[in-house]
C-alpha cells in the first residue's frame, strides 16, 4: 500500500469539486468527494462499490468493485 498526501493546490481542485456537486445538485459524502479529488489530483482511479457517488465527479475515472 502506498500512501500519499495532497498535492499543492489540492483545497482549490477540493473546493471545485464540492462546487460542482452542489450546483448540480447531486452532492456526495464529504469522505468520498475528498478521495475523489485525491484520485484525481493523482490521475488514478478510484475502485469502489459506491460507483454512483463517484461517477458523479467530472474527469474522474471510476471502476466498480463488484464486477469481476
Known amino acids: 500500500m502506498t500512501l500519499v498526501d495532497p498535492a499543492p ?3 482549490v481542485v477540493y473546493a471545485r469539486v464540492v462546487s460542482t456537486l452542489l ?3 447531486t452532492p ?3 469522505m468520498d468527494a475528498l478521495i475523489g479529488t485525491l ?3 493523482y ?3 478510484v475502485v469502489t462499490r ?3 457517488h463517484f461517477r ?3 474527469g ?4 466498480d468493485h463488484r464486477e469481476p
Not at 60 to 63: A, D, E, K
Open 39 to 41: 484520485a484525481l489530483q
Open 56 to 58: 458523479r465527479i467530472p
Open 9 to 11: 493546490g489540492f483545497e
Open 28 to 30: 456526495i459524502p464529504l
Open 23 to 25: 450546483s448540480s445538485r
Open 43 to 45: 490521475s488514478q482511479a
Open 60 to 63: 474522474l475515472v471510476v471502476h
Open 50 to 52: 459506491e460507483v454512483e
